[in-house]
C-alpha cells in the first residue's frame, strides 16, 4: 500500500511565525502536491512538484512556498502564518501517469 | 480557471438503494477523472478512475464517463449506512501534472 506520511496531525502557531508541514511518501512516487480544505471551498492546490527540486504554483499558492531536496519528501513552508492560513493541509503523491493520488492523513492548523 | 462542479448534498438514501453522484467538469480536455471518498475528519481515498467513455464497474461501485457531455457519474448499488461520506470528483489537468477537485456531494445512508 501507498504510505504518504505528514510530520504532525495537529499543530498551533503564532501568527508570523515561520511554519513546516512535512510530508514523505514511501512509494517512490515523481508527483507530490499540497492541497488546503476548508469548508464550502473544497481541496485547493497551493503547490505540487513533478520532480526533485521543481516545483510548480497551484491555485493559491501567496503566503506559501515549497521545498522538495529528496524525491520522498515535501515540504511546506508558511513564510508568516497568519490566522487566514488556519485549515487543514493535506499532502498528496501519485505516478508520473495518471492513475490518481493518495493522500496523507492531514494535519490541522490553527494560526492565533 | 477550470471548474468541476458537483451538488453539495447532502444526497440521502435507505440502505440497499442506489445512490447516483454526479459531476460537470468545464475542461474539454479533461482525460482523467476519479471519485475519492472521504469520511468526516480523514483524508480522501481514491475509490475509482475512468478515462474511457462508458461505464466502468468495481464491485458496487459503478463509475459513467460521458466526454461530449462533460459528465462523470458515480453510482452505489445496495448502499450501506458505512457509505455516508462526502465523495470528490477530480479531473487531471490538461498538462497532467495535477487534480482539479469538486467541493464534494455529502451523502446519507440511512438504515
Known amino acids: 500500500d501507498v504510505k504518504v506520511t505528514q510530520s504532525s496531525r495537529y499543530l498551533v502557531k503564532r501568527t508570523g511565525e515561520k511554519v513546516f508541514l512535512e510530508c514523505v511518501q514511501d512509494?517512490?512516487?515523481?508527483?507530490m502536491f499540497w492541497y488546503r480544505q476548508d469548508p464550502g471551498l473544497g481541496l485547493r492546490l497551493i503547490y505540487f512538484?513533478?520532480?526533485?527540486?521543481?516545483?510548480e504554483k497551484g491555485d493559491i499558492p501567496e503566503g506559501y512556498s515549497v521545498s522538495r531536496e529528496k524525491k520522498e519528501r515535501f515540504s511546506l513552508i508558511l513564510e508568516s502564518a497568519s490566522t487566514n492560513q488556519t485549515s487543514m493541509y493535506l499532502c498528496?503523491?501519485?505516478?508520473?501517469?495518471?492513475?490518481?493520488?493518495?493522500f496523507g492523513q492531514g494535519t490541522r492548523l490553527t494560526v492565533v | 480557471q477550470k471548474e468541476v462542479e458537483q451538488n453539495s448534498g447532502p444526497l440521502s438514501v435507505p440502505e440497499g438503494a442506489i445512490a447516483s453522484l454526479n459531476c460537470t467538469y468545464s475542461d474539454r480536455g479533461s482525460q482523467s477523472f476519479f471519485w475519492y471518498r472521504q469520511y468526516s475528519g480523514k483524508s480522501p481515498e481514491l475509490i475509482m478512475f475512468i478515462y474511457s467513455n462508458g461505464d466502468k464497474e468495481d464491485g458496487r461501485f459503478t463509475a459513467q464517463l460521458n466526454k461530449a457531455s462533460q459528465y462523470v457519474s458515480l453510482l452505489i448499488r445496495d448502499s450501506q449506512p458505512s457509505d455516508s461520506a462526502t465523495y470528490l470528483c477530480a479531473v487531471l489537468n490538461q498538462a497532467g501534472t495535477a487534480l482539479i477537485f469538486g467541493k464534494g456531494t455529502t451523502l446519507s445512508v440511512s438504515s
Open positions: 512538484s513533478y520532480d526533485v527540486k521543481m516545483k
Open positions: 512509494m517512490d512516487h515523481e508527483n
Open positions: 498528496a503523491s501519485s505516478l508520473g501517469h495518471p492513475t490518481g493520488a493518495f
